[in-house]
């Protein structure tokens, strides 16, 4: 019979082996004694926004692999720290949100994160928690008394993240910052308290916040806690993950497409590829090096590429998104586009030009693909339109139409209302047919 209180494997070793573990609170330690038997552990997400993004990527996936070590992970939302903003990595002070809006962020991200994680019953069960829920219930004076007491101010300044603020000429920090370091500190008393959390795991930036966290279960309860952070995630170019010319790129799907998210990672840098499936899939060392020796054998098939872009859209998005992102690739390469929905056409072609025309220009005679082409934004005139589809550069759902004379019918919808128009190689328009 399996021991529910064992891990059931190295963890530590497993994260060494991908590139996960940069700082510890004690690094000769820390793997024997994870592995003495199940622990308990958090990480944190501030609700910024009403969706998390590929910033975030990394504290779930790890509080994944902690869990399916046998671990029992928390995953905290900051309804508190989130209306006072981590100073951690910033070099101006962000903007407060509304109560209200930072409720609704909350909400928001239970949902996700309860897609990445078991919450399930069982002595690994993962556990939701808004630090609101405790904090709310502290005065000001209260505070001050029961956990302020407790900070050496010497020792916050010490912290990389106030120090390097205090340091800069052109951005100080506020009180309501320089706070923030007790809020999460005390998140990790209480967990410990209430929960029999020992270890706290986040980015390398929060090596400050963390050890904070520590001294005060030290001083206020006499405990052993736990910390490790992985390194920051940026690209071979320096740049921070998850950001594009076009914006963030976004967990939930109506913020980001499942197939904007998988081309994200389809396209990363061939520099990046392998430590991403590293630090982002559950590769195991004969496959990665399998995909390590098919890059360096043909980069141009991308096969470690595809690899990662398949890994992380199905955990992200699940089958159907990951059917959905390679089905809307397929569509880009020429693949014919029919008997489709229009909520996946309007997914795949969300951001391309589009038009709107009444039902009835379908009905015979039909409408001319001339007029079409100009309807959906592919052409500027009429006279333009016809030089596209006489040069061959013309398409009605991926299929070449070089006929100048051609009207179209509902026949030639790619779903039930839409249909999809081309010229060249990449100029999509999307046309709707309403009524």
Known sequence: MVDASKPN???IADLRWRGLVYQTTDE?????????RSRTLYAGFDPTADSLHVGHLMGIIMLRRFQRAGHRPIAL???????VGDPSGKTQERPLLP????????????RQLERFLDFSSGPCAALLVNNYDWMSRFGYLQF????????PVNVMLAKDSVRSRLERSDAGLSYTEFSY?????YDFVYLYQHYGCELQIGGSDQWGNITAGIDLGRRMLGAELWGLTWPLLTTSQGSKMGKTESGTIWLAAEKTSPYQFYQYWINVDDADVLRFILLFTDVTPSDYQQLAEELKADPSRRVPHRYLAREITQLVHGPEGLATAERATRFFFGEAIQSQDDSELEAIFGDVPSGRLPRSVLEDPGLPLVDALVACGLAKSKSEARRLISQGGAYVNNRRIDDLEKRLTVADLASPSIMILRT????YGLLRFIG
């Open 181 to 185: 370091m007790l809020l999460q500190a």
């Open 144 to 151: 001050l008394r029961e956990v302020g007491k407790h900070f």
């Open 28 to 36: 000769e330690r820390i793997g024997s004694w994870l592995l003495e």
């Open 424 to 427: 060249g190689r990449k100029n």
């Open 99 to 110: 109560e209200e809006t930072l409720r609704s962020n909350v909400e928001a991200i239970r």
């Open 77 to 83: 939302v900051g309804g508190a720290t989130g209306m």
């Open 9 to 11: 494997s190295d963890i």
